[in-house]
């Protein structure tokens, strides 16, 4: 059985896919490049620029700083995230319906504004370290999606499971750790993954808590652009890259690419 | 312990979360504009009579509209033929889609500084063909905003509507063809309209994500193409005129929530299973 | 406007599979001719080929002298009954029913009438209105037959239309459905794994397994004389015994079954197919006799049970294990020896399987 698709369609397609692609294989080729200026195709093949990211220490120090933000941001969230999606999920009744939209307001709320506000009333109001400043807000974006993504895993719980394992004696504390999150692993793990990399990512609420010795990545990368114009942007660039497939790649093996299609 | 009182204890961390790292400074935010001594509206009265101001609402407003557009348009075509495509091939185009999407911004912002740049590849390129003599200067200007801004929300648009026009099933398209419908009809009376509440789900997405995106507009629009993201943070710090950058917060929060709630009240309207 | 359909040599395949297997068939102007068949032997797939959603890779398909095998679905004025409905959800009912006419351009006030029509006369004239969300499982399927009712079509094909149904909605829609069919007077082709349902509402049932058809008959013909082994066991016949015709014996063949047994059957009531063949009968058809009677095939009787007008039992018989009914006025004992006497007019002798 054949429905046929419009030629022209097809010839849309491809063009949009290459559209989507080729300015990454731009970045990968550029970071090959042995000239001192960005170029594509690359004019020679050297590593060079990959092993000048770990000559500057500005890249390696944000590089630390995002990995162990995105990761305690990310924990954090899911530590607050779960119990939420638990209890929307568990006792839909006894919480008012609003309660969802409460944790989709990160969302809603431009991140930019966030990070603005963040900076305006806890680093300069409160005085709060700006790295910390920075932890809660990272870990407010990803809140969503450690809610959304546990909780849609939650809702294709049968929590009888759970009444079966209190009712053969299992304290209900162990039965969530012993039954439910064994069940929901596939839902934490791909929450935590897209947590991560969106908090890898950011830029606008990071952009207003960053200061003298705290910065991340992007932030530095920002930085770094308006200097100078050499492939070791592009090398950091295809890192980055690295991590996305990396994290596909995890993605796929617990819900499955086409999770992110509904 | 009753139940509601579980339920309640558990969702506590959360709803302080968000209640006090986001409901109490953005709200903050918003007291600030308030509080001019020349009267609570006078910083409104102010960045509604500024030219350059109203220049960066609109401007920021029209990339975002066309950006919408256009992406809804790509989107819609690419996501149509995805969906049609043998498994195999279908789940290889999902992959390419949600690759760049799950890249950052500044590396997809980034490509684009390299490919239109001054000395760029598509200057070398259109140079080396001959079609020019001199190297065109289209970074900094709202095309190259737009351009960047459709990469980055093309992938969320298509994987969208792949879903939604994934979640149309064969049997409609099947049936209306057997009471006479040309393809074309069934198009523009089944599948157009049963697909609208999605696509305005997904272009919500794309218009508020372009309105309060700030790294591309930063580094493909510069000083001379402000747009509300990169105007906001121009106040706050480099000018310190924090009361003026909660004033576009503000009317950032409310172009964004007015959209979402007009748009959801529609898409809800429209959607055919609501009955 | 009703036209016959006929179906010639059709060969479809699925990539390289093969589906359907030179598959021909005729159905007459107004008669209601059903696929009935387990699950993947192809029913649906002959009736997506009919509809134009599925092209064969060879044969013809014809609608009264039209030849339909290359036109497009739309093109192909079909009524088609699907099993999930397919009623368009961004419609009311009165849209749904009026689709088809709309997209013959058919006007306003013509179009109104028609669907107002159609809607009562499917009893639907309170819920013109409602879209089909809000509509029961048996009303959804009520404007599912209006919609392909009102473009009053030559031919009209159900997939499985009732499988959704609860069973007795179900009962009472297949007499519906073959009421307005008959009113028409419309060419039909219905698909059905039910065998009851499908003997019930047809004029003619074909038996397809494989992609092929076994038999297509009347459902009295497939009930009583099955032409085959498939189409024996399909409806019933529970004992096949293979046998072999070794001799004449005056006006009977005299046929021997494994274990060496031998019966006679008299050749005024059997037509033997071929030197092997398979003798079928439904439990019925076999009836329990003292030892001492001498026609029939000896067994030990084994466990027995009561089914209403009679006693089943099973029987151990040097041909294997058989069930057969006894009277019921005396039951036998479990363990007894007995004769098992053919009951002629439901016993077929079919042609072993090659
Ligand atoms: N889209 C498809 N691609 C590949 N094979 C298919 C496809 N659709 C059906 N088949 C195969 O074709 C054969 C016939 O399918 P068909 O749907 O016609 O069966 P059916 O008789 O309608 O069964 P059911 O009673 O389950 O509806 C089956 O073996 C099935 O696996
Ligand atoms: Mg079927």
Redesign the interface.
Known sequence: MKTRIHPVLIVLTVLTFLFLLGPLVVIIGSALSDTTYLTFPPQGLTLHWFTNIFEISAFTRTMGTSFMLAVAGTTLSMLIGIPAAYAMARYRIELPAFLGNVFVLPILIPEIVLGFSLMKSLASGFGLPISLALLVGHALIVLPYTVRVVGASLNSFDFSIEEAAVSLGCPRIKAFFTVVLPNIRAGIIAGFILAFITSLNDVSISIFLTGPGVSTLPIQLLAHMEQFFDPTIASVSVLLMGVTVAVMAVVERTLGLTFLTK | MS??L???L??T???L??FI??????L??FA?TFGDPKGPFSTYAAFFNSRFRMTVLWRTMEVALVTTIISVA?GF??A???A?MPGRIK?L????????????????S??????L?K?G?LN?FLIKIGAIAEPLSMLYTQGSVIVAMV?LF??LM???L??VL?GI?Q??T??????????A??FR??VL??AVPGLIVGAVLVF?GS?????TP??LGGERQMMM?TF??QR??VTFD?VG??TI?AV??VV??TT?LIMSKVARK?N???? | MTQSLTLENINAHYGTTQVLEDLSLHIAEGELVSLLGSSGCGKTTTLRLVAGFLEPTSGSIKLGDRDLTRLPAHARDIGLVFQTYALFPHLTVRDNVGFGLKQRNISGAERKKRVDTMIERVGLGELADRHPANLSGGQRQRVALARALVIDPPLLMFDEPLSNLDAKLRVDMRVEIRRLQQANGTTALYVTHDQEEAFSISDRVAIMKGGKIMQLDTPEVLYSRPANAFVADFVGFDNMIEMEAIAEAGDAVRAQMAGGVQIDLPKSQFTIPSKKFLFATRPEGLLVEPETSGFGIPAELGMRTYIGRAYQYHCETAAGVVMANGPQATPFESGSAAMLVPQPEQCCLLPTES
């Open positions: 139940n509601r579980r339920a309640w558990l969702a961390p959360a709803i979360l968000v790292f986001l409901g109490l400074p953005v903050a935010t600030t790509i075509c690419t149509w033929v995805v049609r789940s185009l999902i992959i390419a889609a949600v690759f760049p999407l799950l890249t950052g911004v500044v590396v997809r980034f490509a684009w500084l390299v490919i740049g000395n590849i070398n990469y093309v992938p298509i994987l969208t792949v879903g994934e099933p049997d409609m099947d049936a209306a063809a057997s009471l006479g419908a040309t393809p009809a069934t009376q089944v309209p049963m508020t309105f309060t995106s700030y790294a930063q580094l993201g906001l943070y706050a710090m924090w950058a909660s917060a950032m929060v964004t929530l979402v429209l055919p299973m609501a009955g």
